[in-house]
């Protein structure tokens, strides 16, 4: 009777380590699944963000290439406006690394308050943007 029960008992551990094995196996695909499409997911946000940073570098250029034959007044706001999109780029180039620094703990509230920040970006850039072309059609 008692080599009975020790051979259940040896059963039972064999069958709980073989389970652990397995749930911890099972475990770490899923694990690496979930880090590869935070990975994807990465990769897609700092495209967006660098298609962003692209943008402001196009209007700064156009600002740039607009103050070479502006008056002095204009060229001053224009100037501003330059200004303010430098400003935008430092916030992407902050929100980028907040981006890459994110794990799967932060991942949900990085990405809220990152396209809560483009969005603010994008509604600024355009308000700028309308700003210089009223101010260049005022000027001709």
Do not use: H, P
Not at 13 to 20: G, I, N, P, R, T
Not at 53 to 64: F, S
Not at 80 to 109: C, H, N, P, Y
């Amino acid at each position: 009777m008692e080599n009975k029960a020790k051979r259940r008992t040896a059963l039972m551990m064999s069958l709980m380590l073989a389970f652990v094995f397995l749930w911890s196996c099972g475990g770490g695909n899923q694990q690496k699944a979930m880090e590869e499409q935070l990975q994807d997911a990465k990769d897609s946000a700092i495209q967006s963000l660098n298609d962003l940073q692209k943008d402001l570098d196009d209007r700064i250029a156009y600002i740039d290439e607009q103050m070479e034959t502006a008056n002095e007044e204009v060229k001053e706001d224009l100037a501003a406006a330059r200004a303010e999109f430098e400003e935008q780029k430092v916030m992407v180039s902050e929100e980028l690394k907040k981006i890459e620094e994110a794990g799967l703990d932060t991942w949900d509230s990085v990405v809220a308050k990152t396209n809560e920040l483009v969005a603010d970006i994008k509604k600024a850039r355009n308000e700028v943007s309308l700003k210089v072309r009223e101010l260049l059609d005022g000027e001709e």
